[in-house]
Every structure is written in structure tokens, then in C-alpha cells.
């Protein structure tokens, strides 16, 4: 997983819970990323999640 840093303004979220990690719709090379992780049998932050703190991730939610 990547650290719970915004996506937007940097801020390093002490406290994950005071925002979150949005899930983007899937691109063809994200499809291919999870193929490839679920293979090797690896987990990793999927390129097609970011975090948000709580002030961006209401915005995104709105
Ligand atoms: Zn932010």
C-alpha cells in the first residue's frame, strides 16, 4: 500500500480515517497490473487508487 499521503495537496493523513482511498474506474492497464499482481501472487497499492484527506475526499465523494 502507498503511505496515506493526499493526492492533491500532500498532506500526510495521521489519521486514515479522516479521509480515504478512492477507487478510479479501471484503464485497460490497470486491468493488466491486477493480472499481473494476482500471478506472481503479489499485492500492491493498485495504480488506479489514491489517497485523499478528509477536506479532498468530500469534495470527491460530492
Ligand atoms: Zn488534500
Do not use: T
Not at 486491468?31 to 499482481?37: D, I, L, R, S, V
Request: glycine share 8%; hydrophobic share 25%.
Amino acid at each position: 500500500m502507498k503511505p496515506p499521503i493526499c493526492c492533491i495537496c500532500h498532506k500526510r493523513l495521521d489519521y486514515p480515517d479522516d479521509g480515504g482511498l478512492i477507487y478510479f474506474k479501471k484503464r485497460r492497464s490497470d486491468k493488466e497490473w491486477q493480472n499481473m499482481m494476482e500471478k506472481k501472487g503479489m499485492v500492491g497499492h493498485p495504480p488506479y487508487a489514491e489517497w485523499f484527506c478528509g477536506e479532498h475526499y468530500k469534495k470527491q465523494k460530492s
